[in-house]
C-alpha cells in the first residue's frame, strides 16, 4: 500500500493544555567569557553554544545542594523523579522537566576568539586567566582551534509541573547565582545573569539570606543540621563577598580576570626572587618526606606532613622542576582512596555575580560537603598513603599549622585565609 505523503508540515505545533504544567521563557546574558560545554572536549558549538543537556545537568547539580538526604538511594530515586531517570525495578522515567535554549545574539566577529599561545609555556591570557586556561594548552600548542566567547545573549524555555514551582525556581537562581554555561564553571567562566530570577537580590545580604532559607528549607526549619554528607550541599555553607560599587569602572570580565588571578597567586605561593620559586605550601616537602627523595631541597617546612591545599580539590598535581626531585619531571596525582572515589569535586566556588541594580559582587562559596578520609598518591609506581593526621582538616589545624610560610592561619580555617586573601568577607 502506498503511504500519503505529508505535504504541508506547520510551523507551530499547538500543545494540549494542561493546567498542571507551567510554561516559562528567561532571558539570560553571558558576563564571562566561556569555552567548552560541547559533546567533545573544551570545543563549541559557535552558532548554539549552549546545550540544553548541559543546562539539565548544571540544574540537577544545584537541586541535590538543595537537598538534605542521608540515604544515596532515596537521593537518587527523589531526583529521578523529577529530572528523569532510572528508579525501582529499573523503570526509566522521563523528566518531569522540559527545556530548551533559543534566541541567540551573539556577535561573532567581535566576541568569538580563538585561543593561541602568548608564548612556549602559557594560553594568551587577554580574555581569561592563566589558571583556567591551563587544561587547554596542550591542545593550542598542537594547534587545535579552541575558541572563547566572551558574551552573547540565549533564551532558555522551560516547563515543569506546578507543585513542584519552588523547588525549580529555586534551582534557577542558584544555577544562575553560582554555576553557569561551559567548562570551569566553578571558577567563574561563564557566569550567567537573569534580570527576572535575581529580582529582589540586590545585595550579599539578600543573597546570604536566600542561602539560609533554602538551607532551612531542605532542613525542615531552623538550620541547625551540622551534618556533612558525600554530596555538596547549600546546608551550613560558608559564603564570603565584596561589593564593587554600581558603575564601576572597571568592567565585570575585567574584575572577574583580576579576583581568578588573585587565586591562583594564592594557589601557587611562591618564594620570590627566584624562578619558579620554592613553595610556600607544605605540600612539596610533604611528599619529600614521605618518599625519602631529595638532594637539592631539604624538607624544611614547619608543618610537616600536611596537605591543605586538598580542601581545593582532587585530584591535585604537583610537579617538581628538577630530576632529583620526586616524580622525576613527572606530575604526581594526589587522589582520594579506592574506598572514597577517584575524585572530589571543588567545593569552592568562585564567582562575580551581576545584580539587578548594576553593581558587581565578588564571592566565594564554600559547599558543605564531607571530605575524603584518606588520600594516596604513587611515585615511581611505589604508592603513598596519606593517613588521617596530614588530611587538611585534621583536629586542631588552625593553632598548629603555619599552611603557607609569612601567611599564617593564626586560627582561622584554611577556607577563611583564602577569604582574607581576596580580601572577601564572611557573612554570617
Known amino acids: 500500500m502506498r503511504r500519503k505523503r505529508i505535504i504541508n508540515i506547520p510551523d507551530t505545533f499547538i500543545q494540549s493544555e494542561n493546567n498542571n504544567i507551567i510554561r516559562k521563557s528567561f532571558k539570560f546574558e553571558l558576563i564571562t567569557p566561556m569555552f567548552g560545554g560541547d559533546a567533545k572536549s573544551w570545543q563549541l558549538d559557535l552558532e548554539k553554544p549552549v546545550r540544553g543537556q548541559a543546562v539539565k545537568g548544571q540544574l540537577r547539580f544545584w537541586w541535590r545542594t538543595m537537598q538534605n538526604k542521608t540515604d544515596p538511594k532515596q537521593l537518587l530515586h527523589n531526583e529521578n523523579k523529577l529530572w528523569g531517570g532510572k528508579v525501582a525495578d529499573n523503570k526509566r522515567l522521563k523528566s518531569n522537566v522540559s527545556l530548551s535554549i533559543s534566541d541567540y545574539i551573539i556577535n561573532r566577529n ?90 529582589g537580590l540586590n545585595n550579599e545580604d539578600d543573597i546570604y539570606k536566600f542561602l539560609n532559607l533554602i538551607s532551612n528549607k531542605a532542613n525542615g526549619g531552623e538550620n541547625k543540621e551540622k551534618k556533612q554528607l558525600d554530596y555538596p550541599r547549600i546546608s551550613n555553607m560558608k559564603f564570603y563577598a565584596a561589593n564593587e560599587p554600581p558603575n564601576s569602572k572597571k568592567g565585570l570580565a575585567s574584575i572577574w580576570k583580576n579576583l581568578l588571578e588573585s587565586y591562583g597567586k594564592y594557589r601557587q605561593d611562591r618564594e620570590p626572587g627566584k624562578v619558579p620559586g620554592r613553595s610556600y605550601w607544605p605540600e612539596p616537602d610533604a611528599i619529600r618526606s614521605m618518599t625519602d627523595i631529595y638532594k637539592k631541597h631539604i624538607p624544611s617546612h614547619p608543618d610537616g606532613k600536611w596537605f591543605p591545599r586538598t580542601a581545593f580539590g582532587l585530584p591535585m598535581q604537583i610537579k617538581y622542576k628538577d630530576n632529583c626531585d620526586p616524580g622525576n619531571k613527572k606530575e604526581i596525582n594526589i587522589v582520594p582512596d579506592i574506598n572514597s572515589g577517584e575524585r572530589y569535586p571543588s567545593p569552592v566556588i568562585i564567582k562575580v555575580i551581576k545584580l539587578n541594580n548594576d553593581s558587581i559582587l565578588k564571592c566565594v562559596l564554600i559547599l558543605n560537603q564531607i571530605f575524603p578520609d584518606k588520600l594516596k598518591f604513587e611515585v615511581s609506581k611505589k604508592g603513598y598513603t596519606i593517613d588521617k593526621s596530614m588530611l587538611p582538616f585534621h583536629s586542631g589545624y588552625k593553632t598548629t599549622k603555619i599552611m603557607r610560610i609569612g601567611h599564617e592561619l593564626k586560627g582561622k580555617s584554611i577556607y577563611d585565609n583564602l577569604a582574607e586573601h581576596l580580601k572577601l568577607k564572611e557573612l554570617k
Open 110 to 199: 567581535k566576541d568569538i576568539i580563538l585561543a593561541t599561545m602568548a608564548n612556549e609555556y602559557a594560553v594568551d591570557d587577554s580574555v581569561m586567566p592563566t589558571y583556567v586556561l591551563f587544561p587547554i594548552t596542550k591542545k593550542v600548542k598542537d594547534g587545535e582551534q579552541i575558541y572563547l566567547i566572551k558574551k552573547f545573549y540565549f533564551t532558555l524555555n522551560i516547563s515543569y509541573p506546578q507543585e513542584n514551582e519552588l523547588e525549580i525556581l529555586n534551582t534557577l537562581k542558584l544555577w544562575t547565582l553560582f554555576g553557569g554555561i561551559g567548562a570551569r564553571t566553578r571558577r567563574g567562566t561563564g557566569s550567567i545573569f537573569c534580570e527576572e530570577l535575581l529580582e
